[in-house]
């Protein structure tokens, strides 16, 4: 329900007094409040309260377009400040009505503009609180944060609401990317323990061996004077009685046989752990490449979707008609967008939850590429897929997730896996 106009124009400071908050908002003037509600007009972000720029330059932006927007405003030292220097003078343009706030404003509504079209659809705040709900469900925190910070229904008691989880978020994920910097460095620490560790047995069985070999080249050399020596021709007699020296040696020979035994399978499964480890070590380093080229092609392709004046397009992949199995039903309209702004034709399967599975080799028959996310996607419909597409020379590509990101990603490979299909193909 909308908050009526004469209780929203009181002053920040009585109705703050009247319910309070760790959310400080310092008062507005009359005659800009009124000027708000008789424009309906959404707020610039010198019209925010200067507690919540910090938050909204630091969700809203990355460094690198705070670095640009300072690089054109010809900033001194804005190609070699550190990213919080880079975050404080954003914070600092947030304050200001002149070109440098203008420009951030414009950054900001440029690149969430899809958001600002979405919560403008809402008139009341009930509605705003509604979207702000969903966007948090799906983790798009900051387009959702900026459009509902400058709505013109956003009230103050909503205001203290989006800002309080996005502070307790940035905790969050502060401490999830402590622990596993934590788990890295425990990694690599044991990592270099057992690769020592091996080390040191590896010297300790090359002693043990040399040892070893010594004491029975002695014995050898010992036995054959005993049997070189006059009379040596009685040792054969049956009754003759063991040396004591020779039985006393083969117990310390069967005794240090046993020994390197025992070593032999701790240095084997030392080195088990540490293919284990090595392994874990390069798995982990080849998913983080992967993110580091995910996230890289997605950025590209979303600069140009949200380029000024919406006139830049995803990586153009030719008319390619693409099958997407699987995946979220909420996003589906979402990437047949993208895929028409990428000049491609957009189909898809539930994976059989509501779909029957008898339609997928049809809809393979009329696609280029077939593509399903493995985090969202049944085993059984995956193999069907990969059988279906094998017996009729389709490429497919699995999508590390059901992201937007890992679709925008996978964008320039599919023009290359149907290449290569066709190319195979025509061989």
């Excluded at 908050?3 to 009359?30: H, K, M």
């Excluded at 046993?258 to 080849?286: F, G, N, T, V």
């Excluded at 491609?344 to 080799?361: K, N, V, Y």
Aim: glycine share 6%.
């Amino acid at each position: 329900m909308a908050v009526p106009e004469r209780e929203w124009a009181l002053p920040f400071q009585r109705r703050a007094a009247a319910a309070p908050s760790l959310l400080p908002i310092p008062p507005a003037p009359d005659a800009q409040v009124a000027a708000l509600l008789q424009e309906k007009r959404r707020r610039k972000i010198w019209e925010l309260s200067s507690t919540l720029h910090c938050s909204v330059v630091g969700t809203c932006l990355s460094a690198a377009e705070i670095r640009q927007l300072l690089i054109r405003l010809k900033s001194a030292d804005a190609e070699t400040a550190s990213d919080h220097d880079l975050h404080g003078q954003g914070v600092l343009l947030a304050r200001q009505r002149d070109i440098g706030g203008k420009l951030l404003n414009k950054a900001l509504d440029r690149r969430h503009h899809l958001a600002i079209n979405q919560f403008a659809k809402a008139r009341s705040e009930a509605a705003l609180r509604a979207l702000w709900r969903d966007a948090v469900k799906r983790g798009d925190i900051p387009g959702a944060y900026w459009a509902v910070l400058t709505h013109p229904d956003c009230s103050d008691e909503l205001v203290r609401v989006v800002f309080g989880e996005v502070h307790m978020l940035s905790h969050l994920v502060g401490a999830a990317n402590r622990a596993d910097i934590r788990r890295l460095h425990q990694l690599e620490q044991e990592n270099a323990e057992l690769v020592a560790k091996v080390e040191r047995q590896q010297a300790r069985l090359r002693d043990t061996a040399m040892r070893h070999e010594a004491e029975m080249r002695a014995l050898s050399d010992a036995l054959a004077r005993q049997f070189a020596a006059p009379g040596s021709e009685d040792l054969a007699v049956p009754a003759a009685a063991p040396d004591p020296a020779i039985a006393a040696l083969e117990r310390r020979l069967a005794a240090e046989a046993a020994r390197r035994e025992r070593a032999e399978r701790r240095l084997e499964a030392s080195a088990r752990a540490l293919r284990d480890s090595e392994a874990s070590h390069r798995a982990a380093a080849q998913e983080r490449d992967a993110l580091r080229t995910e996230l890289a092609a997605a950025e590209e392709n979303l600069q140009a979707l949200l380029a000024e004046g919406l006139e830049g397009r995803p990586a153009d992949i030719g008319g390619l008609s693409v099958l997407y199995i699987g995946g979220r039903p909420q996003q589906v309209s979402r990437l047949r967008a993208l895929s028409e702004r990428a000049a491609a034709r957009f189909l898809h399967h539930d994976g059989g939850i509501d779909e029957r599975s008898g339609l997928l080799p049809g809809l393979i028959s009329r696609a280029d590429v077939a593509v399903f996310p493995v985090d969202c996607v049944s085993h059984e419909a995956a193999l069907m897929v990969k059988r279906l597409c094998r017996q009729s020379g389709k490429p497919w590509l699995p999508l590390r997730t059901a992201s937007m990101t890992a679709f925008l990603a996978a964008l320039g490979p599919m023009r290359s896996a149907v290449d290569e299909a066709r190319r195979a193909a025509a061989s």
